[in-house]
């Protein structure tokens, strides 16, 4: 018989679980001994150059009615000033960044618009000095100014992947009438592709009706977010928000591969990691040959732009098949939003686990195929998602070698009240997905997080050792007007081949108010048998090494929350003695150092790395989160599962852990 469909998303689609979440997820605030401390007093911007191919442009509104009062006894132009100066500040070293402004030169004209800072490494007193140098005065050419724009925006050199974004800000709607600043949003964001898509945020400074609506539409026409700023504060977070989002973005990696729209037409791959894409009511195809013995994970991470629309259901199927007379199904996986707030990254993994009687269909050595199914609601952002293929296999253990038992329990790890680092926190940068996932180890660590955004970690745990970590949200200050507005704050775990870790007794969603949560996730003792158990929570903790987690922050945040980014705290803890190995009765790490510490039993042979070594330079920034409680179903069974995720191997690490590929 198939593997059972396997349904994730952010929120519980059956009434059981939604029953043991639901109190969870409407809890009140934190006990004060809980409670996330004030976001950190730090601007947050990465302090490491973001990758080349890509760029950003603010297009700056210098039109005559920027030149009036904006209630705060400020000029629009005054505050917009400083908003600008407050985003390059925050803004990562060597960004490719620019400025054009429109309305600045002449008393009208609808070709009044020009290139003020081209976009090059940035140069943030260049950036000051041309904003500061803006007389308003013409008219308000948004259409053509961003056709303009878009042809700032640098080529992507050959074989390189960038993120290019346009950011607008305007008070006022577009006075020229041609060309239509929808039409030309939804002309630009209809080019490159998944990799080369342009992106356009858009910010209304003080604007309703018809010019809040005409904003509304560019951004979504251009797959981007639109930003309400009523004030000078509100310009200066928003424009940071945005740009931030921005530059710090998924970091992809991989060799491209076209997966075939049809079953005949499957693209062939090898162990190793893969960029490809897929749109709307897409199905893509891909073929891998297995041996009879090893086993073998096959990992997708789907990421749309950072909050642009999508609808509860929206997600990712995927399947893993047998090419055997009945096509049987091996596994089978649906990972969906469950919101409808705005997209983040989706994840997760189908798995070929030889059995461990032998015998059965999936057991047999050939060729498989993998399929990847966009579902999109038509009233969804329907841009081509980019798509990164993590393909990793695991040699069987070697012959005479006994595996130790399964260890399916939480133990004292699994309870309540279990006692979690208390030290105070590091500062902090998450990484952007899964390749430059940020390394912590047991200890307190503080980061922040925008509205939209996903930060990703990553912690090694050994063979016998389990993970416990709970991520706090701070107390927030929020805005006058927005009581009764919520998101969700959030926290996702996977093992090494990217495979979710279920919740267990654990609550890893939380809605969010400003007011303190927490998310708690972990894992069960690492042990090569849980492969044989039937629990979610447990079957993905099989092997020692990386488990990366993320955290993320609903996009509707933007709502409510009055400081640019939100402070999270992270306690992390590594239990149990480290074993040597997976097999039976193996030494703790420090009494056989050169023991097996990998699931290829000790041999060390017969492992080669794919994913890590950097044999494409296609690196993408493009932000993202994953969001949901984890269902499974079959059987007439509905049950709350928990999430896990693993990192790729390096090649010094796969040389001892049996693994071949995209680990």
Not at 41 to 60: N, S, Y
Not at 233 to 242: F, I, N, S
Not at 273 to 285: M, N, P, R, V
């Amino acid at each position: 018989m198939g593997a059972p469909l396997r349904v994730r998303g952010r929120w519980p689609a059956y009434a059981g679980a939604a029953a043991a979440l639901a109190a969870a997820l409407t809890a009140g605030p934190l006990p004060a001994a809980t409670a996330a401390p004030a976001a950190p007093a730090r601007p947050g911007a990465p302090t490491e150059a973001a990758p080349t191919g890509g760029g950003l442009v603010m297009v700056l509104d210098s039109s005559g009615s920027m030149a009036e009062d904006d209630g705060s006894g400020a000029t629009r132009i005054e505050s917009a000033r400083e908003a600008v100066g407050t985003v390059v500040d925050a803004m990562p070293d060597g960004y490719p960044t620019g400025l054009r402004v429109y309305g600045a030169d002449r008393p009208s004209g609808c070709t009044d618009t020009r290139l003020a800072v081209p976009v090059e490494e940035l140069d943030r007193g260049r950036i000051k000095d041309a904003v500061a140098d803006v007389k308003p005065k013409g008219d308000t050419p948004i259409g053509y100014s961003l056709q303009r724009a878009a042809r700032d925006l640098p080529e992507r050199p050959p074989g390189a992947l960038g993120h290019r974004s346009i950011l607008l800000v305007s008070d006022g709607e577009d006075s020229c009438g041609t060309p239509d600043p929808c039409e030309v949003a939804e002309r630009l964001g209809e080019t490159g592709g998944a990799f080369g898509a342009l992106r356009i945020d858009t910010v209304g400074f003080q604007v309703g009706g018809r010019a809040r609506d005409e904003l509304k539409c560019i951004a979504e026409k251009g797959h981007g977010a639109y930003y309400d700023a009523p004030d000078a504060d509100a310009l200066a977070r928003q424009l940071q928000r945005a740009a931030r989002l921005s530059a710090d973005g998924y970091r992809f990696r991989g060799d491209p591969v076209e997966g075939g729209l049809a079953r005949r037409g499957a693209a062939d791959i090898a162990p190793g990691q893969y960029l490809d894409s897929i749109g709307a009511g897409e199905t893509k195809w891909y073929a891998a040959e297995l041996d009879a013995a090893s086993a073998a994970d096959f990992g997708v991470t789907a990421v749309p732009q950072p909050g642009v629309p999508v609808a509860y259901g929206d997600g990712i199927e995927l399947e893993l098949h047998a090419t055997d007379d009945y096509d049987t199904r091996c596994d089978a996986q649906r990972d969906i939003f469950g919101q409808d707030e705005g997209a983040q990254p989706l994840t997760n993994a189908v798995s070929r686990i030889p059995s461990d009687e032998g015998g059965e269909t999936c057991d047999a050595a050939g060729r498989y195929l993998l399929s990847v199914h966009r579902t999109s609601d038509p009233g969804s952002d329907q841009a081509r998602w980019p798509l990164e293929l993590v393909f990793g296999e695991e040699e069987p253990l070697p012959d005479g070698v006994t595996p130790a038992q399964s260890e399916p329990e939480y133990g004292p790890a699994g309870e309540e009240g279990a006692a979690l680092p208390t030290a105070a926190p590091e500062d902090i940068t998450g990484g952007t997905g899964f390749n430059d996932a940020k390394a912590l180890g047991p200890g307190v660590w503080r980061d922040e997080l925008l509205p939209a955004q996903m930060r990703f970690y990553k912690v090694d745990v050994g063979w016998g050792q389990q993970l416990r970590y709970r991520v706090e949200f701070a107390n927030e200050p929020t805005l006058d007007g927005a009581a009764g507005v919520s998101s969700f704050a959030d926290t996702d775990l996977y093992a090494p081949g990217r495979s979710v870790v279920g919740d267990g007794p654990f609550s890893s969603d939380r809605s969010y108010y400003g007011e303190p949560v927490a998310s708690d996730l972990g894992t069960v003792p690492v042990s090569w048998t849980n492969r044989y158990e039937t629990d979610t929570e447990v079957v993905p903790v099989r092997r020692g090494g990386a488990y990366y987690l993320s955290v993320s922050l609903g996009p509707e945040a933007a709502r409510f929350a009055e400081n640019t980014a939100i402070g999270v705290v992270l306690r992390v803890d590594v239990l149990g003695e480290e074993k040597s190995g997976p097999r039976h009765g193996a030494p703790a790490v420090a009494n056989d150092k050169g023991g097996d510490k990998g699931g290829g039993g000790g041999d060390g042979k017969g492992a080669r790395a794919g994913a890590d070594e950097e044999s494409s330079d296609s690196v993408l920034p493009l932000a993202g989160g994953i969001a949901g409680a984890v269902l499974l179903v079959g059987a007439g069974a509905a049950f709350v599962i928990v999430r896990n995720r693993k990192r790729p191997a390096t090649p010094e690490a796969a040389a001892g852990n049996g693994v071949r590929g995209g680990w």
